[in-house]
């Protein structure tokens, strides 16, 4: 596998887990105890850290991709093993 294979796969696994991990630890004025302010959502979130959450996107990003490539060198799951329909029809 080139470099930038491994790269691509990496930035698209670190978006999906950036918005996995997004609402975890987040809390709504009602939640928090503070005062929703005049033209926000009651749903915006008061204590936003995009600094924690890129850091928590980032090692679980590292961690699927880690599985992802020893799964590619060992081939633990192949396509075939992927095919639920069973081998197709001659």
Same mark, same amino acid.
């Given at each position: 596998?080139?470099? %930038?294979?491994?790269? +691509?796969? $990496?930035?698209?696994?670190?978006?999906?887990?950036? =918005?996995?991990?997004?609402?975890?630890?987040?809390?709504?004025?009602?939640? !928090?105890?503070?005062?929703? &302010? !005049?033209?926000?959502?009651? !749903? +915006?979130? %008061?204590? =936003?850290? /995009?600094?924690?959450?890129?850091?928590?996107? %980032? @090692?679980?990003? +590292? +961690? *699927?991709?880690? &599985? =992802? $490539?020893?799964? $590619? &060198?060992?081939?633990? &799951?192949? %396509?075939?093993? @992927?095919? *639920?329909?069973? /081998?197709? /029809?001659?």
């Amino acid at each position: 596998m080139q470099i %930038t294979s491994i790269i +691509a796969i $990496y930035a698209l696994i670190w978006v999906m887990s950036a =918005f996995l991990v997004m609402p975890f630890g987040l809390r709504t004025p009602d939640e !928090s105890g503070e005062p929703i &302010v !005049s033209g926000h959502a009651d !749903s +915006a979130p %008061t204590n =936003f850290q /995009p600094r924690k959450i890129m850091l928590r996107a %980032t @090692l679980l990003a +590292a +961690a *699927i991709l880690g &599985v =992802f $490539y020893a799964n $590619y &060198v060992n081939g633990w &799951v192949e %396509t075939q093993d @992927l095919n *639920i329909f069973g /081998p197709p /029809p001659e």
